[in-house]
């Protein structure tokens, strides 16, 4: 079995930064892709920050610049710098991991974290 645990997320001013941290414990053979995405409330969860097994980024626009997203393969962890938040960027944020459990040719699972939510006053 596998857990994502997510920390890092409070309230902050606009203007503030945030880290976000996700760790995967369990029995993980390797990790692909993982991101970050955001659910505010009466909308749909949408992406904010994907790095692949390689180190390539990719981020929307509403984000780009303000948001950094990086991995610590050693720890099974990846991160989400947030600076100059905005309080539209008020959510419950949560990470996301493709993950091979047993063997290089197995099939590769998708997990989520239990979501943390962010608040940015104005």
């Known amino acids: 079995q596998v857990q994502l645990v997510e920390s890092g997320g409070g309230l902050v001013q606009a203007g503030g930064s945030l880290r976000l941290s996700c760790a995967a414990s369990g029995t993980i053979f390797s990790i692909n892709a993982m991101g970050w995405y955001r659910q505010a409330p009466g909308k749909q969860r949408e992406l904010v920050a994907a790095i692949t097994s390689g180190g390539s980024t990719n981020y929307p626009d509403f984000v780009k610049g303000r948001f950094i997203i990086s991995r610590d393969n050693a720890k099974n962890t990846v991160y989400l710098q947030m600076n100059s938040l905005k309080p539209e960027d008020t959510a419950v944020y949560y990470c996301?991991?493709?993950?091979?459990?047993?063997?290089?040719?197995?099939?590769?699972?998708?997990?989520w974290g239990q979501g943390t939510q962010v608040t940015v006053s104005s």
């Open positions: 996301n991991m493709v993950i091979k459990l047993f063997r290089a040719d197995g099939p590769n699972y998708n997990y």
